[in-house]
């Protein structure tokens, strides 16, 4: 803590001795210096600490751990970290780099090379398999956490626009002849497109206030519903997700837009057949 002095004597007086002034000058000079040094340390703390990172090397070992030709764990060990198996999350990391510049491989004005796109994907698919936070994957990966929410959120725009119109649409009538097909095949459930169900999701940072909302006596913790309806094929039809924990399946079918377009005549005719009837939906 520097001295503070008063104004008064921050300036020599005629009254004062020589010997005074130049005590009180050097000590204006030291006070000065003080707060210029300050302010050069404020300065420099505010800047952008560079860390060097070995990219290449964190590459490398990325590629030993699950993507070489006999890598350290298997398919089983990557299925359960990456929530999908080998072959599909290269088939999209070769969509993304082919179609978004930000996942390919350049160099900056300095020559540095950026990350790989297995390592932008990996780190995009591991946070949304595991929720983990930004700043975990930089002794891992060697990535910043500015970086890893950056490679979350372009991932996903990324799969928004490369899947949306082939995985995030409505079933047609062709999907659903389909899905009477195979019901009626394996299942002999002639009419039927899916199997609808609830699950319930924890929520860890729930407010304090919002616990009697979203928590129930056979939940340790409060969760969030999410209602959806799945196929054979692993297909997901309909998803609703949102309702409070505390809510039943038939409180949040109540509240989902799953029969919505049958409500407002807008859903495909799906017409079936049980026990030698048939049934039409008119639409």
């Known amino acids: 803590m520097p001295p503070i002095l008063p104004p008064e004597l921050m300036?020599?007086?005629?009254?004062?001795?020589?010997?005074?002034?130049?005590?009180?000058?050097?000590?204006?000079?030291?006070?000065?210096?003080?707060?210029?040094?300050?302010?050069?340390?404020?300065?420099?703390?505010?800047?952008?600490r560079s860390i060097r990172r070995d990219r290449e090397a964190g590459h490398e070992r990325l590629v030993e751990l699950y993507?070489?030709?006999?890598?350290?764990?298997?398919?089983?060990?990557?299925?359960?970290?990456?929530?999908?198996?080998?072959?599909?999350?290269?088939?999209i990391v070769s969509d993304i780099e082919q179609n978004f510049e930000w996942f390919q491989l350049r160099q900056d004005a300095r020559g540095r090379t950026s990350f790989s796109p297995l390592q932008k994907c990996t780190v995009a698919i591991r946070q949304l398999a595991t929720g983990n936070v930004y700043d975990e994957y930089d002794e891992t990966f060697s990535m910043s956490e500015r970086t890893t929410r950056e490679c979350?959120?372009?991932?996903?725009?990324?799969?928004?626009?490369?899947?949306?119109?082939?995985?995030?649409?409505?079933p047609t009538s062709h999907d659903i002849e389909r899905l009477y097909e195979a019901h009626g095949q394996y299942h002999g459930l002639p009419g039927m497109i899916g199997s609808i169900d609830c699950t319930h999701w924890e929520w860890r940072n729930c407010p304090r206030e919002y616990h009697g909302q979203y928590h129930r006596g056979d939940h340790a913790n409060p969760t969030i519903i999410l209602e959806a309806v799945a196929?054979?094929?692993m297909w997901f039809w309909h998803a609703f997700f949102g309702?409070?924990?505390?809510?039943?399946d038939i409180n949040v079918l109540n509240q989902s837009p799953l029969f919505a377009n049958e409500l407002h005549s807008?859903?495909?005719?799906?017409?079936?057949?049980?026990?030698?009837?048939?049934?039409k939906i008119v639409v």
């Open 243 to 248: 309702a409070p924990g505390a809510n039943n």
């Open 11 to 48: 300036t020599s007086s005629s009254s004062s001795s020589d010997s005074d002034t130049e005590a009180l000058m050097f000590m204006k000079t030291c006070y000065e210096a003080i707060i210029l040094q300050e302010e050069g340390d404020t300065a420099r703390s505010k800047r952008r």
């Open 231 to 233: 196929s054979q094929d």
């Open 67 to 91: 993507f070489a030709d006999h890598p350290r764990f298997n398919e089983g060990i990557f299925k359960d970290r990456f929530r999908m198996s080998r072959r599909l999350f290269l088939k």
């Open 152 to 170: 979350l959120i372009n991932f996903c725009d990324a799969i928004l626009k490369l899947y949306k119109d082939e995985f995030l649409h409505s």
């Open 266 to 279: 807008v859903a495909p005719r799906c017409p079936f057949v049980v026990n030698a009837r048939q049934y």
